[in-house]
């Protein structure tokens, strides 16, 4: 089971950025897809990113098009949410998480069956 620590979030005014991180262990890290999720405050948790395992292939979310960008570092065993023109409602706890299939297709909180700790992101107006 591959572990994850996200980290990287903190308190932020509107249209600032943030860069967020997330730690996978394991040998295998390059071998699958990562995403990156968040959940507000009395909301389903929803995606926001996804990268494949070269970095070849990206998938966002129509709010964060344009804003947001996704990376990842195989030699470290790292990926990167890189948030820019951040929004109030870009509010919530955000998740990494790997993903065994194809990032073509949009996932859903129900396709994990854990998740990490998370990383708060607050945007203040």
């Known amino acids: 089971q591959v572990q994850l620590v996200e980290s990287g979030g903190g308190l932020v005014q509107a249209g600032g950025s943030l860069r967020l991180s997330c730690a996978a262990s394991?040998?295998?890290?390059?071998?699958?897809?990562m995403v990156w999720f968040r959940q507000a405050p009395g909301k389903e948790r929803e995606f926001v990113a996804g990268?494949?395992?070269?970095?070849?292939?990206?998938n966002y979310a129509g709010f964060v098009k344009g804003r947001f960008t996704i990376s990842r570092d195989n030699a470290k065993n790292t990926v990167f949410l890189q948030m820019n023109s951040l929004k109030p409602e870009d509010t919530a706890v955000y998740y990494c998480?790997?993903?065994?299939?194809?990032?073509?297709?949009?996932?859903?909180?129900?396709?994990?069956?854990?998740w990490g700790q998370g990383t708060q992101v607050t945007v203040s107006s």
């Open positions: 998480n790997a993903h065994m299939t194809t990032i073509r297709t949009i996932p859903t909180q129900y396709d994990y069956d854990s």
């Open positions: 990268i494949n395992w070269s970095g070849g292939v990206k």
């Open positions: 394991g040998r295998t890290f390059s071998s699958y897809a």
